[in-house]
């Protein structure tokens, strides 16, 4: 079946990395995508990668992909207050639009 | 405007009450989609409409009928909710085929069913 976990919390200080993990157990997925949503908010695209590349870079983040653990990671290098927000990752499986997201990682960035 | 809208952004209706959501996007996408956002819960997909047409309805209950008139709009008729319904709807829009097909979301209509 289609699942995708991650952790619900993580706690870091400012001007540290985060990394966000996220397993996946769909091994047709597509594309895995991660999203952003702040409180009150719609959820923010932030990257997207294909299945075939294991690692794309834009800006501070970072996106690793694992596809033989079938595991993805979202690191957001120099992380700020305002990265303070819920992360999710997606999967696209098969050939429709079809996204199943994860139950989101809440991230705290102390100042 | 620009990217996904959804009005309202609040709303509270008692039980025995109809209304609707509406989203409308200005992206130029041919596929619209509902999701539910409860808490502790994955994001749900309610609906999906591409190129106009539903093509999937994951068996969401009666008392929730979508309306997507054309590419740009789509509506969320409720009616005869129950409080369970309470959550944060989510309308998502993208191109219908091709590529990522990367999903663009407005900011939620956040419904309280008393």
């Known amino acids: 079946g289609e699942d995708v976990e991650q952790s619900l919390f993580l706690s870091v200080r400012e001007g540290d990395s985060s990394v966000i993990n996220c397993t996946y157990t769909?091994?047709?997925?597509?594309?895995l995508y991660w999203y952003k949503q702040e409180p009150g908010a719609g959820l923010q695209l932030l990257t997207y990668?294909?299945?075939?590349?294991d690692m794309k870079q834009d800006q501070r983040l970072t996106v690793l992909l694992n596809k033989k653990d079938k595991h993805l990671s979202l690191r957001i290098a120099d992380t700020q207050t305002g990265d303070s927000a819920i992360y999710f990752c997606?999967?696209?499986?098969?050939?429709?639009?079809?996204?199943?997201f994860g139950t989101g990682t809440l991230l705290a960035v102390q100042p | 405007e620009t990217g996904v809208t959804q009005t309202p952004r609040h709303l509270v209706m008692g039980m025995t009450n109809k209304k609707s959501l509406k989203c409308e996007q200005h992206?130029?996408?041919?596929?619209m989609y509902w999701y539910k956002q409860s808490a502790k819960k994955p994001l749900e997909l309610m609906f999906v409409?591409?190129?106009?047409?539903?093509?999937e309805n994951n068996s969401v209950p009666s008392r929730f009928s979508p309306e997507c008139p054309n590419s740009s709009h789509l509506f969320l008729h409720l009616h005869t909710l129950q409080p369970e319904d309470s959550a944060l709807y989510l309308c998502a829009s993208s191109r219908a085929s091709g590529g990522a097909n990367e999903q663009f979301f407005g900011p939620g209509t956040r419904l309280t069913v008393l």
């Open positions: 990668i294909f299945s075939n590349m």
């Open positions: 769909d091994s047709s997925s597509t594309y």
């Open positions: 409409y591409s190129l106009e047409e539903r093509v």
């Open positions: 997606a999967e696209k499986t098969g050939a429709t639009n079809k996204l199943i």
């Open positions: 992206l130029g996408h041919n596929a």
